[in-house]
């Protein structure tokens, strides 16, 4: 099994950034595939970021450019850099992690881009 813990979300202004941090309760060595996805009220579910064992990172196309995903294999933690956020960004940011072909949520937190 892998546990999932997100932090680092919050209220930002526009323009402004973030970093979210996915600590992993196991080494990310052993996970095919970590990502990002958020959820906006009243939508779906969606990828923002993902990247797994031997490929190149990809993106959701309203984020590339602004995101950035990228791990610490020391600490088993799995982060996302948002910068220029846009009000459109907010949402709940939910990490996902592919394990022995299981997949584990995180719990969630929050990103609500607002003047």
């Known amino acids: 099994q892998v546990q999932l813990v997100e932090s680092g979300g919050g209220l930002v202004q526009p323009g402004g950034s973030l970093r979210l941090s996915c600590a992993a309760s196991?080494?990310?060595?052993?996970?095919?595939?970590m990502g990002w996805y958020r959820q906006a009220p009243g939508k779906q579910r969606e990828l923002v970021a993902r990247m797994s064992s031997g490929d190149s990172p990809n993106y959701a196309d309203s984020v590339k450019g602004r995101f950035t995903i990228s791990r610490d294999n020391a600490e088993n933690t799995v982060y996302l850099q948002m910068n220029s956020l846009k009000p459109e960004d907010t949402a709940v940011y939910y990490c996902?992690?592919?394990?022995?072909?299981?997949?584990?949520w995180g719990q969630g937190t929050q990103v609500t881009v607002s003047s």
């Open positions: 996902k992690a592919v394990y022995r072909s299981r997949q584990y």
């Open positions: 196991r080494s990310i060595f052993s996970i095919n595939s």
